[in-house]
């Protein structure tokens, strides 16, 4: 079976991995390099701790699980893969409150968590006063684009091939059936499946191959610190935060999570924007996140930001990702609107788009575990969108 | 304390009493550096009646070429021996500039923020607001807000670094380091120094030192003196630059100082390294220079062997547009392997309201940095319709003085080029980012296994570039290291031109308190 994949980012590398390994004939499609999309735009948690019980959830229980296996292939060092584990921390002991009726829900749905009261034993440095969290010692971290060389190096040396190009339309056969990709070369790449794996770009490419699904960008600021000492043991973050992820409020949002990373330099991320594909500095943005990341760790004050970014994530009207085949166009798939998360969710997504092409499940990944993430929902019966 | 003092010689005034009120009121323009572009600029736009911001981050006006002593260097040294005209050109001008400028502080319309670090700029309805920490009573650091209609970013050039073996030695420095350390005060007596590199801007650091004292005991220029003769036309229709270089060539050989062609330093030693590769350990002893083939390849048996205790070397400069980039101007090829800020004949860039002058936009000396400065001012006041607007000859007369001095800069850029094959200098274990310790094998390997196509993918996939300076130093090198010879360096967009403590930016967030 020849498949495409358009899209070189975490999750068209994750796809690349898990298909190639399965034996499957594997081609990677981008316009530019490794990882330069999205994926060098954020951050690399994968957490468990602000997810509703659902079905990210359950993709990410099973892409938690092939983190595991990727670092034990591939080796932890070659993406800087740390299962450091998540510090939730409530501001106030209504917030408290809330925060342990949501560790609740998870634990039913087998996240594991662990109520801590003095979280300054966790953490010595954290702000004094603060009446407790949960401890999530399942959230890691990796480095992305680390992570998507090392993964499509890896689906590489099981055959796949890696090239250059811009994908601009699906060549298709008898009963709208796809066969190929059209690049803007004019090269045409021939597929029994093509996986759209083009992240905030997926809706252009979506369009492009007859196969619509709304994707949309929210953009966030990443602020960089000077490297320090190590200071922070976990990814901590506010209760607040797990609020704003659902949300689908217009406008800002900003609740940080701050980490340490390998090289020694604090990470505070992230905000929230719908401002289309906005590229302006929002110094405001910038302030914000500051104040809270100074909220929860008062020795940052005296800590200087060296580096700011910004990306756009991809996402669904629903927030959820869209994973699977596309009804309307026999041999495509959709693989994106990861929004916040698509680093976490990639290895499970690219195991569950392999199962999804093998009629059977791939490693943990069982296509009819994840149906609430297909496209169908976005469609009526007759394949139009809703 | 010592009172802060002007180059002028005389004692700078104290902060106004109403500055932090000042600061919160729009003016018409921000003036973003205070060399001799913004200088010039922030001069004609507040003569032609424009209320302006003019900011630095240095603690006096002046910029590169009129850099001033920091205080404590001048303890007990005499004013009037400072600044000496050997390091300080054309100070006339100078003191004409501060004048006019001193003299629109006294009227109120200009506000001169001095120790004022711009850390980033946003585009408004009506303008700018351009971000700022100020510290002036450093260690503390205070965020502040600036507004205005239009925005001139004059914030020059910085060195462009060629790493080499030894490069990262006690005692290696930029060519444009020395001149600095020179400049403010430095002691270079009894150093032996060797210059290399390429460019005009050799001479003058080396005519310097050697009149401070130090032995100059090698200049080495990587160019062919024939490369001159090419470009002969813009050469010699700037019978000043002549001149200049008449002096200076007067001055080596008064002093016997050997300025070796097509020659570059190719590694550096340190102390008790005798013919092993010591780096890192003492200061730099020994430099090795050879000759070049015509594609920069050092030809075998040339070797030499120099001692020296310091060196210091130039390869041109790299346009600082880390306040522009963010704002979405667009950029044009400087013809030196650099980017800079696309401008008209007006220095307008492609965004309404914003500006460019001096080394933004593309290297190429003070005269013309001041000449553009100039017409860029003109540019707003017509754009703003202030009422006083200059003469149309005068105007017509700037404008052909900047075609002429950019002619003249490209032909130099033309003639002193990089050379092409300057990574064969690198052992693996170089280093070539030195804030991140990542070496020039690291680069090399991810270069060859195809995963990076540009410098942004590299510091991706090696951390070259994330450190501390943020690729300042290395993103040129490493973009030669991987890029196509013809692709001019374009820096990574720096959303942070400078750091800044976050607790400055946490408390600009909030309501603000006390501005005075
Ligand atoms: C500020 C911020 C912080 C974040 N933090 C986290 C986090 O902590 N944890 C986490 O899990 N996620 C995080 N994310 C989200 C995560 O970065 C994204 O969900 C993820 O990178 C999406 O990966 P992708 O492979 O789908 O998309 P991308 O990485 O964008 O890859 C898509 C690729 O498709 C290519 N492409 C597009 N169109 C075409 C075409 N027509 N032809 C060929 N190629 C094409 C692009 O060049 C690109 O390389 C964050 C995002 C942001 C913005
Ligand atoms: C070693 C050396 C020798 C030279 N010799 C000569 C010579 O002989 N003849 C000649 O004509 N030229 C010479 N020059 C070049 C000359 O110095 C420059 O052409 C000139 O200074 C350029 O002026 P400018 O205003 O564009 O930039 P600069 O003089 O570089 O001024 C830029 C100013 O912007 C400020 N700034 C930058 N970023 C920010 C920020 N984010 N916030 C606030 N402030 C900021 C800086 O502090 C600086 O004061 C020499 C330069 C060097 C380094």
Not at chain 1, 230 to 249: E, G, L, Q
Not at chain 1, 292 to 315: E, K, S, T
Request: charged share 20%; proline share 7%.
């Amino acid at each position: 079976m020849e498949v495409v994949i358009l899209g070189a980012g975490i999750v068209g590398a994750a796809c690349a991995f898990h298909a190639a390994s399965a034996g499957l004939d594997v081609t990677v499609l981008d316009r530019g390099p490794v990882g330069a999309g999205t994926t060098s735009r954020g951050e690399g948690n994968i957490l468990l701790s602000d997810k509703e019980p659902g079905p990210e959830l359950e993709l990410a229980r099973l892409s938690r699980d092939l983190w595991d296996e990727a670092a034990d292939e591939l080796g932890p060092e070659t993406f800087e893969f740390e299962a450091k584990g998540g510090l939730v921390v409530a501001g106030a002991p209504e917030g408290l409150a809330a925060l342990h009726a949501f560790a609740a829900r998870q634990a039913a749905a087998d996240v594991r968590t662990e109520l801590v009261d003095r979280v300054g034993e966790f953490e010595p440095h954290i702000a004094p006063g603060l009446p407790g969290g949960v401890h999530y010692p399942q959230d890691a971290q990796v480095q992305p684009v680390l992570a998507a060389a090392a993964l499509l190096r890896a689906a590489v040396r099981r055959g796949a091939r890696v090239r250059t190009g811009e994908a601009v339309a699906a060549v298709t056969g008898t009963g709208g059936r796809i066969t190929g990709v059209r690049t803007a070369d004019g090269v045409v790449l021939p597929a029994d499946a093509v996986v759209n794996a083009a992240g905030t770009w997926g809706g252009e490419v979506g369009r492009r191959l007859g196969a619509p699904v709304e994707i949309l960008p929210r953009r966030g600021f990443v602020l960089v610190t000077e490297p320090l000492p190590p200071m922070i043991r976990h990814k901590v973050y506010s209760a607040d935060y797990v609020a704003n992820v659902a949300s689908s409020d217009e406008g800002l949002e900003t609740s940080c999570v701050v980490e340490g990373t390998r090289a020694g330099i604090i990470l505070i991320g992230a905000s929230r924007e719908r401002v289309g594909f906005d590229t302006a500095m929002n110094p405001a943005v910038v302030a914000l996140l500051a104040a809270q990341a100074c909220r929860l760790f008062p020795f940052l004050r005296d800590v200087h930001l060296i580096r700011a970014y910004r990306g756009f994530r991809p996402y669904c009207p629903d927030h959820l990702p869209v994973v699977g085949p596309d009804p309307r166009v026999p041999g495509v798939l959709h693989a994106c609107g990861h929004e916040g998360a698509g680093i976490g969710l990639a290895p499970g997504t690219g195991a569950l788009i392999t199962a999804q092409m093998l009629g059977r499940p791939w490693r943990g990944a069982d296509p009819a575990a994840h149906t609430g993430l297909l496209p169908e929902r976005f469609l009526t019966t007759g394949g139009v969108p809703k | 304390m010592a009172e802060p003092r002007d180059l002028g010689g005389r004692a700078a005034s104290r902060e106004p009493r109403c500055l932090g009120a000042r600061r919160d009121e729009p003016h018409d323009l921000v003036v973003v550096g205070a060399g001799p572009a913004g200088m010039a600029a922030a001069a004609t736009a507040l003569d032609g009646g424009l209320r302006v911001f003019l900011v630095d981050s240095g603690p006096a006006p002046g910029g590169q070429f009129w850099r001033h002593p920091p205080d404590h260097a001048r303890e007990g040294v005499p004013t009037e021996a400072l600044p000496a005209e050997d390091l300080h050109h054309d100070l006339r001008t100078y003191r004409a500039l501060r004048a006019t400028l001193t003299a629109h502080e006294r009227t109120g319309r200009l506000t001169l923020l001095l120790d004022h670090h711009v850390w980033t700029t946003a585009r408004e309805a009506d303008g700018f607001t351009v971000h700022a920490v100020d510290r002036s009573r450093a260690p503390e650091e205070r965020a502040v807000v600036l507004r205005a209609r239009a925005l001139l970013v004059a914030t020059g050039a910085y060195d462009r670094q060629l790493p080499f073996p030894g490069w990262d030695l006690p005692g290696v420095l930029t060519a444009g380091g020395l001149q600095a350390l020179l400049k403010g005060g430095g002691v270079v007596a009894g150093r032996r120094v060797v210059l290399g590199g390429t460019g005009p801007f050799l001479l003058p650091v080396a005519a310097a030192l050697a009149g401070r004292g130090a032995a100059v005991v090698a200049v080495c220029e990587a160019a062919a003196p024939s490369a001159w003769l090419r470009h002969p036309a813009p050469l010699l229709r700037n019978p000043a630059k002549w001149a200049e270089a008449a002096g200076y060539a007067v001055t080596l050989a008064r002093h016997r100082i050997p300025v070796r062609t097509r020659t570059a330093i190719i590694s550096a030693e340190g102390e008790g390294a005798e013919g092993e590769r010591a780096e890192g350990e003492g200061r730099v002893a020994v430099v090795r220079t050879a000759s070049l083939a015509a594609d920069g390849t050092p030809l075998p048996g040339t070797e030499r062997r120099i001692e020296a205790d310091t060196v210091g070397v130039g390869w041109g400069f790299v346009p600082q547009l880390d306040l522009l980039l963010p704002l979405g101007c667009g950029l044009a090829d400087a013809g030196d392997g650099t980017t800079a800020a696309a401008v008209d004949a007006g220095q307008r860039t492609t965004v309404p309201g914003l500006y460019a002058a001096g080394e933004t936009c593309g290297v190429g000396g003070a005269a013309l940095a001041m000449s553009e400065g100039r017409v860029a001012a003109v540019s707003v006041l017509t754009d703003l319709s202030a009422p006083g607007l200059p003469g149309t000859r005068r105007l017509a007369a700037e404008r052909r003085t900047v075609a002429r001095h950019r002619a003249f800069a490209r032909a130099l850029a033309q003639a002193h080029p990089l050379p092409p094959a300057w990574p064969a200098w690198l052992t693996d274990d170089t280093t070539v980012c030195r804030c991140e310790e990542v070496t020039a094998g690291a680069v090399r390997s991810v270069r060859a296994d195809g995963s990076a196509a540009g410098h942004r993918q590299v510091k991706q996939l090696t951390r070259a570039g994330m450190g501390w300076c943020q690729g300042r130093m290395c993103g040129p090198a490493v973009h030669c290291l991987v890029a196509a010879r013809e692709v001019p360096y374009t820096p990574a967009e720096r959303l942070i031109a400078t750091p800044v403590t976050l607790g400055a930016l946490a408390d600009s967030g909030e309501p603000t308190a006390d501005h005075t």
